[in-house]
C-alpha cells in the first residue's frame, strides 16, 4: 500500500507537467510489485495520453502483470490518438487504479473495457484510505475546471489579456496597440497555434481589424476565427473576408455550437465588454494576463461590476510568472 501512495503521488506531479488547454491535466505510474515505478504525462493535445507515455517509460522492462496507476479514467476511444484501455491490455497490466472519472462522453467508460478484458480496475475512493481520498480529491481539482467546461458542453476557455501595470487593456482613446512587446506577442502566438478558436467581439473586430491567425513561423494548425455580438462584420475586414470565421449572436449558444463542431479549447482575446461578459458569467477558466511597464490611468478596463471586494473575482497563479522582454507573463485558473 505504501509503494501504491508514493506511485500515486508521482502520477499526480507527473500529470501537473503538462499544458492546460483542450485536454486534462493526467499524469499515470507503472508500478512493479518490488515497489519500484516509473512515470509519465499528458503534455497537451494531440500528444501521447499518460498511460502509454509511462508504458514506454517503462521500457526496457516487462510490463506484464505490473500495476497502472492514473489520474484520469483511461479513454476507450480514438481520437487524436488510439485508445488507453488497448494500449494498457496490450502491455499485460493487471490492474489499474483510477483517481478521477472522465465526463468526456467521447472517452469515458474505459474502467468498464478494461474490467470486461480481465483487468482488475480500482477507483481511489474505494480503498477505503486517508491518503487515497485526499490524492483523488487533488487530482479533481487539477482539473475542476476542465471537468466544468465538459459538463457544461461548452470548450475550455482560455483568456487572454495584455494590460499595463495598472490594470489598462487601452488608453482611454481606446488605442492599444502595443500595450506589451515583441516577445509577449511573439508568446501570445504560440498559444495562437494551439487553441481551437479564437473568439472577440464585435467591437474588437471593427476596432482592430484583426486576423486572428497564428503567426509562428510553421504553425499549419490555424485556429478557427469566432466573433460574438449583433452588428455585422465590415465585408472588407479580414474576419469578414475570411470563409471560415463564425459569429455568433449569443454566447451561450455559440459555445454550444463551438464544442459541436469540434472545438475543445477556446481563446478569448477581447475587447474588454466580451471579456467582463465571459468573466462575469464565469465562462473563464484559465487567465493568460501579460503585463507591460506602462501606466495609463484612466484608461480602458474590463467592465465588471464589482461594488465590494467580496465580489471580486479570484484567481490563482497556475505557474511562476515569466519574464518576456520587460513584460511579465502570468497564467491563472479561476479558483474553485
Ligand atoms: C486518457 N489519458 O492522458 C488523457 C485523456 O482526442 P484526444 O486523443 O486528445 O483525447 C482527448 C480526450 O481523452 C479528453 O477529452 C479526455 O476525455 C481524455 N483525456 N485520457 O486516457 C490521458 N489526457
Ligand atoms: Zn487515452
Request: proline share 6%; glycine share 10%.
Amino acid at each position: 500500500m505504501e509503494a501504491l501512495h508514493s506511485a500515486t503521488r508521482a502520477a499526480l506531479g507527473a500529470a501537473t507537467r503538462g499544458v492546460r488547454g483542450a485536454n486534462p491535466l493526467v499524469g499515470a505510474a507503472v508500478l512493479w510489485d518490488d515497489g519500484t515505478f516509473t512515470t509519465g504525462y499528458h503534455q497537451g493535445a494531440g500528444t501521447p495520453h499518460a498511460e502509454p507515455d509511462a508504458i514506454r517509460n517503462a521500457s526496457p522492462r516487462s510490463t506484464t502483470g505490473a500495476t497502472l496507476v492514473v489520474t484520469l479514467e483511461p479513454c476507450s476511444h480514438t481520437g487524436r490518438t488510439g485508445p488507453c484501455t488497448q494500449a494498457i491490455i496490450d502491455a499485460g497490466i493487471t490492474r489499474v487504479v483510477i483517481a478521477s472519472r472522465d465526463p468526456n462522453p467521447q472517452a469515458s467508460g474505459g474502467a468498464q473495457t478494461l474490467t470486461e478484458a480481465g483487468v482488475e480496475v480500482l477507483f481511489l475512493n474505494d480503498l477505503g484510505q486517508s491518503w487515497a481520498h485526499e490524492v483523488a480529491t487533488q487530482a479533481h481539482r487539477l482539473n475542476a475546471r476542465w471537468f466544468t467546461a465538459v459538463t457544461h458542453d461548452r470548450p475550455f476557455i482560455t483568456a487572454k489579456i495584455a494590460q499595463s501595470l495598472d490594470g489598462c487593456v487601452a488608453a482611454r482613446d481606446r488605442t492599444s496597440q502595443w500595450i506589451t512587446g515583441a516577445e509577449s506577442r511573439a508568446h501570445a502566438h504560440l498559444t495562437r497555434a494551439r487553441v481551437d478558436a479564437i473568439a472577440v467581439g464585435t467591437g474588437t473586430a471593427h476596432a482592430d481589424n484583426p486576423r486572428l491567425t497564428a503567426r509562428t513561423g510553421d504553425s499549419p494548425h490555424q485556429p478557427i476565427p469566432v466573433v460574438f455580438g449583433t452588428t455585422a462584420l465590415p465585408g472588407d475586414s479580414h474576419l469578414g473576408r475570411n470563409p471560415r470565421t463564425l459569429t455568433y449572436s449569443e454566447v451561450g449558444a455559440g459555445l454550444r455550437d463551438l464544442r459541436r463542431r469540434g472545438v475543445s479549447h477556446l481563446l478569448l482575446e477581447g475587447g474588454p465588454t466580451l471579456m467582463a461578459h465571459f468573466l462575469q458569467h464565469d465562462l473563464v477558466d484559465e487567465l493568460h494576463v501579460y503585463t507591460a511597464p506602462l501606466l495609463l490611468g484612466d484608461g480602458i478596463r474590463a467592465p465588471l461590476s464589482v461594488d465590494t471586494l467580496a465580489q471580486g473575482l479570484r484567481f490563482v497563479p497556475d505557474a511562476p510568472p515569466e519574464a518576456l522582454g520587460s513584460d511579465t507573463f502570468t497564467r491563472f485558473m479561476k479558483e474553485v
